[in-house]
T-cell receptor
Framework: GQSLEQPSEVTAVEGAIVQINCTYQ??????LSWYQQHDGGAPTFLSY????GLEETGRFSSFLSRSDSYGYLLLQELQMKDSASYFC??????????FGQGTELSVKP | EAQVTQNPRYLITVTGKKLTVTCSQN?????MSWYRQDPGLGLRQIYY???????DKGDVPEGYKVSRKEKRNFPLILESPSPNQTSLYFC????????????FGQGTRLTVV
């Protein structure tokens, strides 16, 4: 079967760094993406990793290890507005985009 | 403005009354898909389409139908809605390619009573 595992919730304080992990098992793998969703809103794209290593976009970084079927999203200098749900997603064969169950991040003052 | 448009945003209906949720994108994307989102279950794919006249089942297709007669439109049809189809539905589109970003519509909150 196909599955993506990520923690259900994470709590951190403003200004801190938080890491959200994702492990995956899919038939075919064409990259790991991360999406952010504020309460009830549309998910929005954050980052993509097709090859092993770290991708950095401002305060957000994403890492992939294909040999470990593992990736993470790193959020630095946390702000209150970063409180949201974060989803990892794998592009598998046939163009399917499969999502994890999401991690709810709460940023406290 | 590049966007994915879903209608309606909110819908309350009764069991068994056929309904259609429309989805349209203006970015000439090949890929389109439908997801449902339920608390604690993330985004589960219902159906997806790689191009016109090509559709495939996702992980939870039972009780749903789709069609892709035109590139820009991908309607979701519930022939006989049931209360377990009460959910938040998202349509998404993306261009061909692995590294591409998926663009989501604003969602349709459906309640079946």
């Amino acid at each position: 079967g196909q599955s993506l595992e990520q923690p259900s919730e994470v709590t951190a304080v403003e200004g801190a760094i938080v890491q959200i992990n994702c492990t995956y098992q899919t038939s075919g793998f064409y990259g790991l993406s991360w999406y952010q969703q504020h309460d009830g809103g549309a998910p929005t794209f954050l980052s993509y990793n097709g090859l092993d290593g770290l991708e950095e976009t401002g305060r957000f970084s994403s890492f992939l290890s294909r040999s470990d079927s593992y990736g993470y999203l790193l959020l630095q200098e946390l702000q209150m507005k970063d409180s949201a749900s974060y989803f990892c997603a794998v592009r598998s064969q046939g163009g399917k985009l499969i999502f994890g169950q999401g991690t709810e991040l709460s940023v406290k003052p | 403005e590049a966007q994915v448009t879903q209608n309606p945003r909110y819908l309350i209906t009764v069991t068994g009354k056929k309904l259609t949720v429309t989805c349209s994108q203006n970015m000439n994307h090949e890929y389109m898909s439908w997801y449902r989102q339920d608390p604690g279950l993330g985004l589960r794919q219902i159906y997806y389409s790689m191009n016109v006249e090509v559709t495939d089942k996702g992980d939870v297709p039972e009780g749903y139908k789709v069609s892709r007669k035109e590139k820009r439109n991908f309607p979701l049809i519930l022939e006989s809605p049931s209360p377990n189809q009460t959910s938040l539905y998202f349509c998404a589109s993306s261009p061909r390619g692995a590294a591409t970003e998926a663009f989501f519509g604003q969602g349709t909150r459906l309640t079946v009573v």
